[in-house]
Nanobody
Framework: DVQLQASGGGLVQAGGSLRVSCAGS????????IGWFRQAPGKEREGVSC????????YVADSVKGRFTISRDNAKNTVYLQMTTLKPEDTAVYYC??????????????????WGQGTLVTVSS
C-alpha cells in the first residue's frame, strides 16, 4: 500500500523559513518522480517544484525560484521542500506527490498518481 505522509507545516512570520517533509511508505521515493504542489484558498492547485527519478530538479515555479529548494534523502525515503524568505502569498496546503510516468507534468500534477494528505503552511504578515 503506497502512502505519502507530508508533515512540517505550521505558522511562520513573513521572511521566515520552514521545511516540509514527505515520507514514503510502501514505495521507494527514489524510483519515482516527486513533486510538491500547493493549493491556496479559492485558488487552483499549482506546481511548486519537482524532482526526476535521477535526482535532477526538473521544475521550480517562478514564484518560488531562489527561495524554495526540493531535495531527497534516499536513506530516509523522504523528500523535502525547504522554504525560505516566506511571503504571505505562500500560504497554502502543500502536497507531495509521486509519479511513475517519465517527464511528468510538474505544473499540473496530472500524471502524479500518489498524493500525500497535505500540510498547511500559513505565513503571517
Amino acid at each position: 500500500d503506497v502512502q505519502l505522509q507530508a508533515s512540517g507545516g505550521g505558522l511562520v512570520q513573513a521572511g521566515g523559513s520552514l521545511r516540509v517533509s514527505c515520507a514514503g511508505s510502501g514505495v521507494t521515493l527514489a524510483d519515482y518522480e516527486i513533486g510538491w504542489f500547493r493549493q491556496a484558498p479559492g485558488k487552483e492547485r499549482e506546481g511548486v517544484s519537482c524532482m526526476r527519478e535521477s535526482g535532477i530538479i526538473a521544475y521550480v515555479a517562478d514564484s518560488v525560484k531562489g527561495r524554495f529548494t526540493i531535495s531527497r534523502d534516499n536513506a530516509k525515503n523522504t523528500v523535502y521542500l525547504q522554504m525560505t524568505t516566506l511571503k504571505p502569498e505562500d500560504t497554502a496546503v502543500y502536497y507531495c506527490a509521486a509519479s511513475d510516468v517519465r517527464d511528468s507534468n510538474c505544473k499540473t500534477g496530472y500524471e502524479f498518481d500518489y498524493w500525500g494528505q497535505g500540510t498547511l503552511v500559513t505565513v503571517s504578515s
